[in-house]
T-cell receptor, first 113, second 114 residues
């Protein structure tokens, strides 16, 4: 079946530091890949997505590249802000298993001023 | 910007009671979903709904669960006889299509079963 594995958290950084959150996946078909973000007390917000190999999704300074050869979709940001503190979820959707999203464990990011 | 809304934000119930969680998806979306997140665990898929019927469900979605779209705007999840292990955050989501379009989530309902 499908699965998503994220780097173990939590992650604590200083403002303006470089962020990487690792995500690898296992899928039976050709999945679409997503990053969702959950700010405190809120729901899951779609941050970025990529639908095929070598696509790069980007939004709000965050980027992730769909790497089929390494089955990865790592999230990066060059300079984090305190307001980026949240939980980040990697997820995939694979049409061979319907339209459900399969999520990773989530990574708590805390950015200190 | 259109958004998915959910009510109530927090529901407390006694074991064995029925609960109905309500969602209003984004108005032009066609696919609707329920997920849940038990504290400290992954977000898990429960069910998807399209064209007024269930299109997919997980092994979690047993006979105690049901979904309904009673009118043109609401989408509900009913748990007939709640168990302690049903305590979780329940998220509703909607999407315009399948696959790569992405799903848009509501803020969640925290269900506490005592």
């Amino acid at each position: 079946g499908n699965s998503v594995t994220q780097m173990e958290g939590p992650v604590t950084l200083s403002e303006e530091a470089f962020l990487t959150i690792n995500c690898t996946y296992t899928a039976t078909g050709y999945p679409s890949l997503f990053w969702y973000v959950q700010y405190p007390g809120e729901g899951l917000q779609l941050l970025l997505k990529a639908t095929k190999a070598d696509d790069k999704g980007s939004n709000k300074g965050f980027e992730a590249t769909y790497r089929k050869e390494t089955t990865s979709f790592h999230l990066e940001k060059g300079s984090v802000q305190v307001s980026d503190s949240a939980v980040y979820f990697c997820a995939l959707s694979d049409q061979t298993s319907g339209s459900r999203l399969t999520f990773g464990e989530g990574t708590q990011l805390t950015v200190n001023p | 910007e259109p958004e998915v809304t959910q009510t109530p934000s927090h529901q407390v119930t006694q074991m064995g009671q029925e609960v109905i969680l309500r969602c209003v998806p984004i108005s032009n979306h066609l696919y609707f979903y329920w997920y849940r997140q038990i504290l400290g665990q992954k977000v898990e898929f429960l069910v998807s709904f399209y064209n007024n019927e269930i299109s997919e469900k997980s092994e979690i979605f047993d006979d105690q669960f049901s979904v309904e779209r009673p009118d043109g705007s609401n989408f509900t999840l009913k748990i007939r006889s709640t168990k302690l292990e049903d305590s979780a955050m329940y998220f509703c989501a909607s999407s315009a299509g399948r696959g790569g379009l992405g799903q848009f989530f509501g803020p969640g309902t925290r269900l506490t079963v005592l």
